[in-house]
Nanobody, 127 residues
């Protein structure tokens, strides 16, 4: 359901870029917000980016602000996560989620609770 746009593009060196896409099935269940999360072993899943589906307003966790961009393509029914200037600490399993309720502080994404989830895709950033 959630796949890198370019096959085999789940690994990259530090400073590189990746773009993840989110399946149409989740887009159709988007609701008010969709979001991207990431999780590393032993830690809670953390929201990194959220988008208000109607207006396209976006929110980001401080850890990715200025490097990641969440966007949606209504015609393709796809939500993307463009990840630039990747760091080794960005290594994680990334999940797309739909039907979300989010909490923000200004333009900072603080929390998100979502009803539907993609299967996740691994992202590895090597130093």
């Amino acid at each position: 359901q959630v796949q890198p746009v370019e096959p085999g593009a789940g690994s990259v060196q530090a400073g590189g870029s990746l773009r993840l896409s989110c399946a149409a099935s989740l887009y159709n269940n988007g609701g008010n917000y969709m979001a991207w999360f990431r999780q590393v072993p032993g830690k809670d899943r953390e929201p990194v980016a959220g988008i208000y589906m109607s207006a396209g307003t976006t929110y980001y966790a401080d850890s990715v602000k200025g490097r990641f961009i969440i966007s949606r393509d209504n015609a393709k029914k796809t939500v993307y996560l463009q990840m630039d200037r990747l760091k080794p600490e960005d290594t994680a399993m990334y999940y797309c989620a739909a039907g979300c309720r989010i909490s923000v502080d200004g333009d900072t994404l603080m929390r998100a609770e979502c009803a539907d989830w993609g299967q996740g895709t691994p992202v590895t950033v090597s130093s």
